[in-house]
């Protein structure tokens, strides 16, 4: 299972937790779960295409991750807002 | 009391005040997100707020208090597997039966509710236009911003987008189809003008006292319609305005013959012209437009008034009229624009001004 990491806002959809463990091959894999574990969740962190939004960065185990990136058990996954803005 | 609702860049806030004064800061919501669109449902006195978070993506917010907790509602996403995401949402209008409302957003989307805002669905009819490939979108994407109900009567609605003008419905949204005659794309080349689906509506609201009245603010372009959208005549030509470009547009709910604008120099040159802002009148239909600016700044005002920074309130002479700028300034008027006040400033920029 991989460790998910969340931060506020992100950790308050997930009923508060700021870290879970899911099951799942791949970022995506995973990020679906946490949608179907805690739903208030979906459509934040990825889209209706199943792709990570634009500004939200996905870092595995320190190194940046994409949907498909590949998880070997107790791989860590930080979900995290991209340093973006205006 | 007025209450506003004025979505920013960087949260909403509700404004409360007399109606010749300053207002105050009621309440703060969506801190540090852009709120592109707020109302209240006068139904359920249920608020609504469009935020389009620059991390999380745009979702619809409800709430029965806007100082309190808001709720997120269900649904407004696309299907998936189609290859497109919801990247934007504009507004919200209230339907034409209990508990029905609709929201529009980009890509050029419609969705309904039908249980009062809480959840919602996309209207199937309108995403599955056989044309959709075709589409392309405005500067600000291709935005569904314009919803006009018929009073009455559910089975019929008009939309408009930018830039894929103007479809209308009679049978409560189910099929669709265009209502774009007469207008005029200056914008592209006159050999390819014709069926060319790239029309930039920037606004367009029906007059609820003669549904088939309605008028539009086009990109280069002031319309109405007089056949509920079939066909638009030109009232922007030689008619007094100094711009026919722009995006804010207001009517009067009880006469069908006044209109507000608020002209921009030019679709290169998006700003109050001459350092005046100036609010443009019409009383008969469009025939004529007179600037009402006595209260506003006259001089060195280069403001932009984006889409739906542009509320109002009542009708007739006693007419309130609000609207936002990108500078964070708000105006009011509370006698149909004669006179006018600074309802705030130093807001971050405005997207948009509701009367709550």
């Known amino acids: ?86 | 009391m007025t209450e506003l609702l004025v979505g920013t860049k960087k949260g909403l806030f509700a404004l409360q005040g007399e109606n010749r004064g300053s207002f105050e800061i009621s309440a703060r919501a969506f801190a540090g997100e852009p709120v592109e669109f707020a109302m209240r449902d006068q139904r359920s006195g249920r608020y609504f707020a469009c935020v389009t978070s620059a991390f999380y993506g745009p979702k619809i917010f409800v709430t029965d208090d806007p100082a309190g907790e808001w709720q997120q509602a269900d649904g407004v996403v696309l299907p998936e597997g189609d290859d497109k995401a919801l990247i934007r949402l504009w507004s919200v209008v209230p339907g034409e039966k209990d508990g029905l409302l609709y929201a529009g957003g980009d890509p050029g989307v419609l969705f309904e509710s039908r249980d009062g805002g809480m959840t919602w669905e996309l209207n199937k009819g309108f995403w599955e236009q056989p044309t959709r490939p075709e589409w392309g979108p405005g500067a600000g994407g291709m935005c569904l911003h314009s919803i006009a109900t018929w009073p009455g009567d559910p089975s019929r609605l008009a939309l408009a987008i930018s830039a894929v003008g103007v479809w209308l419905s009679d049978d409560g949204g189910q099929t669709w189809r265009h209502g774009n005659k007469g207008l005029v794309p200056r914008y592209i080349p006159e050999e390819a003008r014709e069926d060319t689906f790239a029309l930039c509506v920037h606004n367009m609201h029906r007059a609820p006292s003669q549904p088939e009245r309605i008028f539009m603010q086009f990109h280069g372009g002031v319309y109405r319609s007089d056949d509920a959208g079939e066909s638009w005549i030109d009232i922007g030509t030689d008619t007094g305005l100094p711009s026919d470009f722009g995006f804010p547009l207001v009517i009067d709910p009880d006469d069908p013959d006044s209109a507000y604008v608020i002209p921009l120099v030019a679709d290169l040159d998006r700003v109050t012209p001459d350092g005046r802002v100036r609010v443009y009148e019409t009383r008969d239909a469009g025939t004529s437009w007179a600037a009402r600016g006595d209260g506003l700044p006259a001089e060195d005002a280069y403001l932009t008034i984006l889409r739906q920074a542009f509320g109002h309130e009542g009708s007739g002479e006693t007419m309130g009229l609000y609207f936002g700028a990108t500078s964070g300034d708000v105006f009011g008027s509370s006698d149909a624009g004669a006179t006018w006040f600074t309802a705030a400033s130093k807001l971050p920029p405005v997207h948009s001004v509701r009367v709550a």
């Open chain 1, 1 to 86: 299972m991989a460790v998910v990491r969340l931060r506020a806002p992100l950790s308050e959809l997930a009923g508060g937790k700021r870290e879970l463990r899911l099951e799942g091959s791949t970022v995506r894999d995973v990020l679906r779960a946490l949608e179907q574990e805690h739903p208030p969740i979906a459509g934040w962190i990825l889209d209706e295409r199943t792709t990570i939004r634009q500004h939200v960065n996905v870092f595995v185990n320190g190194e940046r991750g994409r949907e498909d990136t590949a998880l070997t058990p107790d791989d860590c996954i930080h979900v995290l807002p991209s340093i973006s803005g205006g």
